[in-house]
């Protein structure tokens, strides 16, 4: 059983991070302030249902070969949650090219790191 827990428990957190990213790209196009309140309740809402099912998680039974990549992400997921809320700001802002480019570039990157951990 604690195998399947496991897997829905790393599922949800991986599709709630992929809904927040999708939901902040969105933002890119359409950022009106009552679309970024939406989007960063939306956004907040997500992100403390997959830090929940990640401490469940965590406080389950990890196999050393697993823990190798729970410390991965715990090292990159901060890096890249902060890259995030960069890019919300600067689209907040009203500086949605700044906030693209840092998406596409310093954005892509730390994501592409937590998807070669999932």
């Known amino acids: 059983m604690k195998t399947v827990l496991s897997f829905v428990q790393l599922s949800t ?8 990213r999708v ?9 009106s302030p009552d679309d ?3 989007a960063k309740a939306e956004m907040a809402s997500l992100d403390s249902e ?4 990640w401490t469940d998680y965590t406080a389950t039974y ?6 190798q990549y729970v410390t991965g992400y715990e090292k990159a997921m901060p890096d890249y949650i902060a890259v995030r809320d960069r890019v919300l700001d600067l689209i907040a802002a009203g500086d949605v090219d700044a906030a693209q480019t840092l998406a596409a570039t310093e954005g892509a990157e730390k994501f592409k790191l937590l998807e070669k951990i999932w």
């Open 13 to 20: 957190v991986e599709r709630d991070f992929f809904h927040i």
């Open 23 to 31: 939901r902040l790209y969105g933002l890119l196009s359409s950022h």
């Open 36 to 38: 970024i309140a939406k």
């Open 50 to 53: 997959a830090r929940s099912q």
């Open 62 to 67: 990890i196999d050393p070969f697993e823990r």
